[in-house]
Structure formats: C-alpha cells, structure tokens
C-alpha cells in the first residue's frame, strides 16, 4: 500500500528556515516524479516545487531562488529545503507522487511563518 509521510513543519519567524521531508513507502520512488504542493488558508492547494523522476526541478515563482526541492532514491525520499521564509508560505505542505495512472498524497506538515 502506498505511503507518504511529511515531517519537519513548524513555526518559524519570517527569514527562518526549515527543510521538510517525505518520506514512501508501498511505491517504486525512483519512477514517481515528486510535487510539493501548499494549501494556505483560504487559498487554492498549488505546486511549489516539482522534481521529475530524472532529477529536473520546477519551481512556482513565489518561491523561486529561496527553496530547493531534491529527492534520493535510494532513502525513497523527498525533501524541501526553505529558507527566507516570510509569512504568505504559511500553509500545509503536502506531498504528491504521480507518473501515468498513478497519483499519491500524503496527508501534510504544517509550516506557520510569523512576521
């Protein structure tokens, strides 16, 4: 059965930083590209950060330059490394694995940003 677990939230003041992780289980990681998606109270769910399963990344453009999306396989693992942080990336960030005929979520880490 497949599984992702997000970890590392937390409250963090405005210019901090903290690097989440999501950890698989139940899938063959290395063929999944890999979403990290946030949901921000009252807004749309978007996708901040993309990795393909061949290593490109893409980043939505509120975030660009301040986090880093990476992936190692052989951990089955995901990470988002987040620094500069300012009070719009409050939210849940969720993980996502899809490739064709497959899509996975987990249930999300709470990251609160104070100004």
């Known amino acids: 059965q497949a599984q992702l677990v997000e970890s590392g939230g937390g409250l963090v003041q405005a210019g901090g930083s903290l690097t989440l992780s999501c950890a698989a289980s139940?899938?063959?990681?290395?063929?999944?590209?890999m979403v990290w998606y946030r949901q921000a109270p009252g807004k749309e769910r978007e996708s901040v950060a993309i990795?393909?399963?061949?290593?490109?990344?893409t980043y939505a453009g509120s975030v660009k330059g301040r986090f880093t999306i990476s992936r190692d396989n052989a951990k089955r693992t995901l990470y988002l490394q987040m620094s500069n942080l300012k009070a719009e990336d409050t939210g849940i960030y969720l993980c996502?694995?899809?490739?064709?005929?497959?899509?996975?979520w987990g249930q999300g880490t709470q990251v609160t940003v104070s100004s």
């Open positions: 996502n694995a899809q490739k064709l005929g497959a899509v996975y």
């Open positions: 139940g899938i063959i990681f290395r063929v999944y590209s």
């Open positions: 990795v393909s399963s061949g290593g490109f990344t």
